[in-house]
């Protein structure tokens, strides 16, 4: 028998900061709960511009269910002094679908790289602590077309397996939209597949 899909993962809930102070430097952790990369440059840059007499803004990030999606950013620190740090209290965690981004204003004393992977990873840790995390549910959302004579039977898949709507559109013909967790795609695919008059797609 196939083990169940897991399709479940953690993620925060809203925007959160964290502060860390070290001989006059500041480092300010932004962390965001994101879904896509465009979002996360979106916020990068906005953040680039209201932190904008800022010396860094560092950052990382992971997304999707399984997480496999990353990166991490020096942004002119020494390599592996910042990002890393940042990433590995995101990944320390089990995060995914988060950023952080931290600011810091240099305060005249250098840190050492030492002290920099201190400073990034306990302000980024001072952020998460913050943030409410939460559980997030793989899936993806379908369109269902079919014709009124299968709206019983449709209706009934939906029902069994407690799917999300949106967008329900009755006119000529029926049209649905529903989101279909991973653990349930096969099932689902196959459930719709036997109905008449039904057919199904993703955007």
Known sequence: MDSP?????????APAEGLFKDNGSRFI????????????????DSLK?????????????RL????????????GEPSGSAG????GQIDSRGLSDVLVVVVRYFGGIKLGIPGLIRAYKTATADALDQATVVEKVAGTWYTLDFGYLSMNPVMKVVK?????????DFGERCRLQVRVRLSLDADFRDRIAHI???????E
Not at 84 to 87: A, H, K, S, T, V
């Open 5 to 13: 899909v897991k399709d479940a993962y953690s993620s925060i809930s």
């Open 49 to 61: 511009k209201e932190y904008h007499d800022a010396r860094h803004h560092c950052y990382a990030w």
């Open 64 to 75: 999707g269910w399984q997480g496999q999606e990353f990166r991490a950013n020096d942004d």
């Open 29 to 44: 952790a932004l962390a965001w709960p994101v879904e896509t990369q465009q979002q996360i440059k979106e916020i990068v």
């Open 160 to 168: 069994d397996l407690d799917l999300p709507q949106q967008g329900q």
């Open 84 to 87: 890393r740090p940042i990433l």
């Open 196 to 202: 008449d008059d039904c057919t199904f797609y993703n």
